[in-house]
């Protein structure tokens, strides 16, 4: 079954991927037949793929890129600590200030010990 995707930079995306997994399956001397025997599909599943159908799992492209010996780019995909969009978002709901907690004795006592409070120690280093 063939989903239509309604965005023409995501065809394109996907059939972009499509012929690098043909390239990369070409590179390695693996013929259509032992590719899909490999991955568990047919050989027109493999075509589709590597068309850029749409229609074609997840799962089927997991298994190619098993068999290609890329798997771990699909499990690196979007991860949360190289998704730069994410962290800048991230970054944004950070608290612009945090305020300290007046008024305890605890640390007006201790002001000056407290390499954090911001003023200088004996030898002029403020950390």
């Known amino acids: ?3 239509k995707l309604n965005s023409i930079n995501a065809n394109r995306a996907l059939e972009s991927l499509g012929a690098n997994i043909k390239t990369a399956r070409s590179k390695r001397r693996i013929s259509v037949k032992s590719f899909a025997e490999r991955i568990g599909v047919s050989e027109s599943t493999v075509i589709r793929l590597e068309k850029g159908d749409s229609g074609v799992s997840l799962g089927t492209l997991a298994m190619a890129c098993l068999v290609l010996g890329e798997l771990k780019r699909i499990s690196d995909f979007l991860d ?6 994410g962290l800048l978002l991230d970054q944004e709901l950070l608290p612009k200030r945090i305020d300290r907690k007046r008024g305890s004795s605890a640390s007006i006592a ?14 002029g280093i403020g950390f």
Do not use: R
């Not at 949360?80 to 969009?85: A, I, R, V």
């Open 80 to 85: 949360s600590g190289s998704d730069e969009t």
């Open 1 to 3: 079954m063939t989903i």
């Open 110 to 123: 201790n002001k000056g010990d407290d390499p954090a409070s911001g003023e200088d120690d004996a030898e």
